[in-house]
């Protein structure tokens, strides 16, 4: 007899299907750490970080994909003259169920660099299984998520589960540089639907129960104030760049926090945050007036303050100090992402999703998506989308 999960309304017979469902998946557990760990010998790192792109570990994929069970597996590359294939990879594998509705789940094939090589106590292209854990470059972002999908594809077909939905396995190029020759390129391409369920693996929290829905904006200043360098005996005119802008920073630091002192428990910690952060060297020697000073300021701000709103207090405060003490002030942003619109708690994919975490983690809430993945670029068009964890 199949195994039919879209009409049970026994619960009891639901629970016992899903208990085979995790035991199945427990038996594979070795085969998924193995199938991880040859995914990590893959340095996927995309030309704006200095790497040739995702195309060898799409062909490890390839090779692998026809014994998950998906009935469809294609490619929808991407041209992009930077890398030596000349493409970026994005594969979509699917698996058909009884309906033409869509669980579509979009993990990403490309990883950071590794950084400092000495900061790792092993290399990060050669995984490493230590105390039930794996550690290697991309381990959690995102191969854990791409595995586990390709496991939930095997899991309907072996165990010859008759499922309602369509699963879509999305493994995207590009998402760590912004995600134009991955999900940007299938949502061109007209491969997903605004009925789609999308779901996004890509954010990792302990016990896998924070479903993700919202995020806030973020915003780089950079704040340079220009006076006149001298001598610190007071010999001459000078501006001191130092004093000026720590005022400037203290003004504007009260002002912001003033200004915008709205809360939401969606997020942590629910309040915007505005934080001066580097501040670049000066003159080398102590008898001297500095005569620039440039300080930096990482803002994550609530939906809905609007980032011009912000940007206001930033240039109104300049322009006030600039008056008062002739000192010049020149503001500059260097990222500027404005929050997609938050997908609704009752969405139908964030009430599906629920009901599945809270069967078996006890219980889920809500929170933020990291800004910059896969979700933000498909919220961002007006979709409702749910992220979630499959970490145990
Ligand atoms: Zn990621």
Known sequence: MRNILYQLDDKYLEMKIMDKVSEFIEDRSDEMKETLMELLRYPAIGPDNDGDGEMAKAEYLMNILPKFGFDKIDRYDAPDDRVTSGRRPNIVAVKHGVTDKNVVIIAHMDIVPSGDLDEWDTDPFEPVYKDGKIYGRGAED?????????????????MDIDHKNNLKVML??????????????LLEEGLIHQDDLVIVPDHSEKNGRQIEIVEKSALWVKVTTHGIQGHAAGLGRTINANRVASRYLLDVDKRLHESFDEEDELFSPPVSTFEPTKRELNVPNVNTVPGTDVQYYDCRILPPIDLTDVKEVFEKTADEISKETGAKFEIEYSKEKETPKKTPEDAEVVIQLKKAVEDHRRGTWFGRHRWGDCSRTYQG?????SGMVFQR
Request: glycine share 12%; aromatic share 6%.
């Open 142 to 158: 995102n191969g854990q998520e791409i595995v586990a999908s390709l496991f939930a594809a095997k899991t309907l077909d072996e």
């Open 172 to 185: 995207v190029s590009d998402e760590e540089t912004g995600s134009e020759y991955g999900i940007d390129h």
């Open 381 to 385: 068009k007006g979709h409702p989308c």
